[in-house]
């Protein structure tokens, strides 16, 4: 048996993203104890008991511990928010701004309240929207509030290269930066295949394709399953993000970061690569634009400012 660090993750939402995020950090010890709660009574401790008796099989030390009750929460090293409505076929990240930023902006206030110190990976959409009200309601310095989405993109679009080079996911670095909806920006210029450029393996109009494909994604999956949207890669994703954060292990990854003069933005939160430590986001890393990817970076801009303008009409902030 190894060592277990005496952390604990909170994940909020015991949902399809929540209980997968919850699984996951059990599986990888990433913390003592991984509290998962959810206003549904009953469900958070379901889950976190049939975990709990999966230990002795997988061999983990973490345990899961399900509430309704936020005490069992305090103190939380990292705080992965998962709670929300999630996309049906049809809607936009858009048409769910209110209805959980109305959860984000209660969330918020628990988090603030009994984890003063923790590090907040916000999983729920319309995601640079609810990363951006949670920053704004727990009032925690921009570095400790992230938002999941450019390594789950990233992630998208590279499973997309692997397919059509015939290579391992696993060898595949893809970079997705901008907000976490149709307006992102798949940047094929920047995607390699263990230091190969994938433009030298594949034509421009597949690339094009599978950035296409990286941009509407998280669709894709919604029309198929019918009654909501996906949830294992968000919650490797959002995990990944965890673990590099807890063992400081400064990995590059695009997250929603609030961004301070970086790529000409100020104060406003979207995808760019961000270097994770125990600190939160340690460094942004800024990468020179074309001039279409910086056209295409200003229109996704302009996509989070107009929601932020709507959640300020809807007096979320
Ligand atoms: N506090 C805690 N939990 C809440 C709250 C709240 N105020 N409001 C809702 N929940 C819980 C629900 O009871 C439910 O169990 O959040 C959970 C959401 O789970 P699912 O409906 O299964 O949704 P999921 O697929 O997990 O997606 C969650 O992640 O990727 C995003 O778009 C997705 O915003 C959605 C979120």
Redesign the pocket.
Known sequence: MHAIAPRKITV???????STCAHLAAQKNLAREVVL????EG?PQGIALDLNQSAAVEGFLTRVVGTNDYTATHDSDVVIM??????KPGMSRSD?LET?GK?VR??ADEIRRGSPQAIVIV???PLDSMVTLMQYHTGFPARRVIGMAGVLDAARFAFFLAEATGTSPADVDAMVLGAHGDSMVPMPRHCSINGVAAQDLLSADQLDEMAHRTRHGGAEIVKLLKT??A?YA?ASASVAMAEAMLNDSRRMMPCACRLNGEFGFEGLYMGVPAILGSGGVERIVELSLTAEARALMQKTAGAVEADTSTMRDLGLM
């Not at 909020?12 to 929540?18: E, I, K, L, P, S």
């Not at 709660?37 to 549904?40: A, G, H, S, W, Y």
């Open positions: 909020v939402g015991a949902g399809y993203v929540g709660i959810d206003i549904l469900r998962t709670a929300g409505l999630p996309r769910l959980n959860i209660q969330v999983v729920t959409n909501g949207s949830w968000p």
